[in-house]
């Protein structure tokens, strides 16, 4: 089975920067995605992380150890559109499955406050 | 627009109706999933679909019932629902099994 954890609620202010932080414990891992979701919305897809390390996209980025089973999703500059909940999602792959599977973290519900 | 349409937005039915949910891409993704989202859970994957073959049924019970008759479109078909079956259900595809997945808007279902 899959463990995801995040933060259930945060709150920020306008111009700052949050650290979004997401830890997991599955077998097979395979990667580790991390998507947005407006209230009401579709989640957008806006990062992937399949080694250790930092991706940026400018101003978000995702930072992944394998090794701790953790990682961030970095946002700077803040801006009020980025209130939403930002998902936290492992990849994994099972041999009897034969295919890999995606498990959802149950979010982060930022709040961007001025 | 996402790429990825799901009618309807919204459903309300009885639970003795037989309704059905579908979801088309225009992306030429090779991928499709099911995926339910209730208030204060994760996003539960129901179903996935590769070049139209289920690889992934994740315990759902038979009252939901998947059709993907090509890479294009998927259905849900529902049948004798109950009230905790009310949630949001996303479509998603993606050009294969595991990349980063485009979603729908998603239908938001009430079970009366």
């Known amino acids: 089975g899959q463990n995801i954890d995040q933060p259930t609620e945060m709150t920020a202010t306008e111009g700052a920067i949050v650290q979004i932080n997401c830890t997991y414990q599955t077998s097979g891992f395979n990667g580790l995605f991390w998507y947005q979701q407006h209230a009401g919305e579709a989640p957008t897809f806006l990062s992937y992380?399949?080694?250790?390390g930092l991706e940026e996209k400018g101003r978000f980025s995702s930072f992944l150890s394998r090794s701790k089973g953790y990682s961030y999703l970095l946002l700077k500059e803040l801006q009020m559109k980025d209130s939403a909940s930002y998902l936290c999602a492992v990849r994994a792959h099972y041999s009897g499955a034969g295919s890999y599977q995606l498990t959802f973290g149950k979010g982060t519900k930022l709040s961007v406050i001025p | 627009e996402t790429g990825v349409t799901q009618t309807p937005r919204h459903l309300v039915m009885g639970m003795t109706n037989k309704k059905s949910l579908k979801c088309e891409q225009h992306?030429?993704?090779?991928?499709m999933y099911w995926y339910k989202q209730s208030a204060k859970k994760p996003l539960e994957l129901m179903f996935v679909y590769n070049f139209k073959e289920q690889t992934e049924n994740n315990s759902v019970p038979s009252r939901f019932s998947p059709e993907c008759p090509n890479s294009s479109h998927l259905f849900l078909h529902l049948h004798t629902l109950q009230p905790e079956d009310s949630a949001l259900y996303l479509c998603?595809?993606?050009?294969?099994?595991?990349?980063?997945?485009?979603f729908g808007d998603g239908t938001r279902l009430s079970i009366l």
């Open positions: 998603a595809s993606s050009p294969r099994v595991g990349q980063p997945q485009h």
């Open positions: 992380n399949v080694l250790d």
């Open positions: 992306l030429g993704h090779n991928a």
